[in-house]
């Protein structure tokens, strides 16, 4: 089977998890038995890189690399192949998003260490013998341990404020029995029938829609469009349910890691264990143990940032993403890709259900299931008691707040008739840290980053300022840089410090809290005041766009938007259709229980469409407008856009590379060029950076424009290129 009659070499195709253009070839061992999929140890060069086999093993051929220059294969790891269809999808991302396979395999393969196996794990149980004394310690071990639990160790020691060394001890005298656990308990079996949801009428007829037929009917795609807090999880739960009983995994994907604590608790009552976790805030062994496990096909339910799109996935029959039209979707970097759109083309490859969740979807989506492409399934009612929330505006050019404050005195009066009945307030203003500038009175100079093209941001509570596009920071000076001056330097405009500054001073009987961006790396702190603001123990929140995305707050009674004019003088595509997406989820918070809730917008220019469209409650009005635009213009979704970004430490050498690339465009009917321009943030890191915009019609094959037109050049050394297919952002 490995060799031919003629005893000639075998080779086989490999994909590297490396950035590299293309599937390299090696020897087939003598011996070895090799299929697509496995996951195999090959040399590259200098090293020893993982990979995956691509292909059948094949005779060698005449135009293959000469026999004396082909390298074997080294190592099989003995974890499962990687099936046709995980290859597939890497293939399809590949081609789409225009980088190599390798890179995208990279993604896939993005704990190497996994492919070998990993020591047991040890888990703790209670015995029926009990220690000869018992101490404070010993006593919370058993308070955290009950007969017929089994913890891990680091588990157990955190939720009992014990040492390794106590749980020793109680071992040792036959308290405690250790053992290894098995896969299944460090996941745990998420139990369909475990709880019983009652739904109300909206809700058992989506929940009928979505799970009909669900075990024989292949692919589908739904848009789940549902008003906040009408119970579009309870539904997408109950789809996982029917799915876990045909045998199949569910896979929820979140574009925040701050939404993931509160969705965990609300699933461990739905199905009486915990899912798996895949995000950035796992340490290393974590991440080995779940990857080795979602590709032995252990995981069954997972809820996960973008990247758990990109596991070894077995037996996927949904994929639901949560707040699908949240721009937290789309990774910018490295591989740039949006993970919604992918989790179409994953569940396509799987014949699973996927669910795209939303109380404000995407024009992409919205016009996906307007036309058919999608099956539309509305939840347009709160769920049980609740109604939407009151939403009225405030003219802040009748109605000012005083001078050197934020709040309007009819926010204030508004906030203060909440707090009086006893509920929560909210405050959103997407704008981190104290201040967005800080400047010198004295000679006028304004304190920007030495690497980016951005001003710096005060951060007052840790006493810096940091460039919100690179992450440098440095200490808030006492004196001008530039002219000397002491104590002269002043901050323009608010951020959400500054609001919570002044919402001290308006009411100083209140405890008030920020939750802003900064905390999603530091995602202790953020559960830590997520769980003081679900106990009561804020009266006010005052937030960024974090707090838009799925929070439920059931004593929130006020929300209000500090300015509503933010997101809507930037002159990006979706910027309309973003601003007006963020203010309803942000309003939606208010009023998610029994009593009603009421939010108030704060805005220069009450006139303006999008805002009169959200407080006249014409989303459906508002998207179809939005729609039309777009299609007279024939921009996203009834036309295509790609950008290429070029960047470089030589602005000069850039802007001659961009000349001579645009002299190259290729003529074309369908595709246009824009640029080469500056991008709007036109220095990042010490980079300069030039943008070309392409567009073309809907079924224009854009990505064979770019490669043809791409491949009459080469890049010099020190400019790289970056492709963004169905770009987001246009900084």
């Avoid at 101490?135 to 009992?160: I, K, N, S, W």
């Avoid at 009175?441 to 710096?456: F, P």
Wanted: hydrophobic share 40%.
């Amino acid at each position: 089977m490995l060799r031919t009659e003629n005893d000639d070499m075998l080779i086989v195709a490999v994909c590297l998890a490396a950035t590299v253009p293309k599937v390299f070839h090696y020897a087939v061992p003598h011996g070895a038995e090799l299929v697509p999929g496995q996951f195999v140890l090959v040399p590259f060069g200098r090293k020893k890189l993982s990979g995956v086999i691509w292909e059948k093993p094949r005779p060698w051929q005449e135009n293959d690399p000469p026999k004396d220059k082909l390298k074997s294969v080294e190592q099989i790891y003995d974890i499962p192949a990687l099936s046709e269809e995980n290859r597939k999808f890497v293939d399809w991302v590949s081609s789409y998003v225009m980088s190599p396979q390798g890179s995208v395999l990279k993604l896939l393969l993005s704990v190497p260490d996994a492919l070998s196996p990993e020591k047991p794990v040890t888990g703790w149980q209670v015995s029926d013998k009990r220690p000869s004394r018992m101490t404070d310690a010993r006593q919370r071990v058993f308070a955290a341990l009950l007969p017929g639990m089994t913890m891990r160790t680091g588990d157990l020691t955190e939720a009992a404020s014990v040492s390794a060394s106590t749980l020793t001890s109680l071992e040792k005298e036959g308290a405690l029995i250790k053992s290894a656990l098995s896969a299944e308990m460090l996941f745990g079996k998420p139990d369909p029938t475990y709880s019983r949801v009652q739904f109300s009428n909206e809700q058992a007829e989506a929940v009928t829609k979505l799970t009909d037929n669900i075990e024989t009917r292949g692919f589908q795609c739904h848009l789940l469009d549902g008003v906040t807090g009408s119970g579009k999880t309870e539904v997408f739960f109950e789809v996982i349910a029917a799915s876990l009983t045909n045998g199949k995994s569910a896979l929820i994907l979140l574009p925040e890691i701050a939404l993931t604590e509160q969705l965990l608790a609300r699933f461990e009552d739905r199905f009486g264990c915990p899912p798996a976790l895949w995000h950035s805030g796992l340490t290393a062994s974590e991440r080995r143990r779940t990857w080795r496990a979602v590709a032995e096909g252990k995981v069954k339910v997972m809820i996960a940032a973008r990247s758990g799109l990109f596991l070894p996935w077995q037996d996927l029959g949904v994929i639901v993403v949560d707040e699908e039209h949240d721009p937290g979707f789309k990774q910018e970097e490295g591989v740039i890709y949006n993970a919604r759109d992918m989790a179409v083309v994953r569940g396509r490859l799987a014949d699973a259900t996927v669910i795209l969740s939303s109380a404000t979807p995407s024009l992409e989506s919205y016009v996906n299931a307007r036309d058919g492409r999608y099956h539309l399934v509305k939840l347009p009612s709160r769920h049980g008691s609740a109604g939407m929330p009151d939403l009225s505006m405030i003219d802040m050019r009748i109605d000012p707040p005083a001078r050197g404050q934020w709040l309007s005195p009819a926010m204030v009066s508004s906030m203060q008739d909440a707090l009086d009945r006893g509920k929560q307030t909210l405050l959103f203003l997407n704008r981190r840290g104290y201040a967005p500038l800080t400047l010198c009175r004295n000679c006028g100079h304004r304190y920007a980053c030495s690497d980016c093209d951005a001003w710096l941001v005060e951060h007052r509570s840790k006493n810096i300022m940091a460039c919100h596009q690179c992450g440098s920071v440095r200490n808030v000076p006492d004196k001008c840089e530039e002219c000397g001056e002491v104590d002269c330097l002043t901050a323009c405009g608010p951020g959400v410090e500054r609001v919570l500054e002044e919402v001290g001073q308006v009411f100083p009987d209140k405890k008030a809290a920020v939750l802003s961006s900064d905390m999603v790396g530091q995602t202790g702190e953020l559960q830590s005041q997520l769980n003081l603001i679900q106990s009561g123990e804020i009266d006010i929140i005052i937030g960024t766009q974090i707090i838009a995305k799925g929070h439920h707050f059931p004593e929130l009674g006020f929300a209000g938007v500090v300015d509503a004019d933010l997101g809507l003088g930037n002159g990006d595509l979706r910027a309309a259709e973003r601003t007006y997406q963020t203010l309803l989820q942000v309003s939606g918070r208010a009023g998610r229980e029994a009593s009603k809730g009421t939010a108030m917008l704060q805005s220069y220019m009450p006139d303006h469409p999008v805002l009169k469209a959200l407080i006249a409650g014409e989303r459906d009005i508002f998207l179809e407008r939005e729609a039309e635009m777009r299609a007279q213009s024939e921009m996203p979704p009834f036309g295509r856009l790609a950008g290429l970004v070029l960047s470089g430490p030589d602005i000069a050498a850039l802007n001659n590379f961009s000349r001579d690339l645009a002299a190259l465009i290729p003529a074309s009917d369908d595709v246009r060029v824009l640029g080469p321009a500056p991008a709007p943030i036109a220095r990042i890191r010490n980079r300069y950076r030039l943008r070309f915009l392409i567009k073309a019609g809907k079924q224009a094959k854009i990505q064979q424009f770019i490669a043809s037109w791409l491949a009459k050049t080469k890049t010099p050394s020190q400019i790289r290129v970056a492709i963004d297919i169905d770009p987001y952002n246009f900084l």
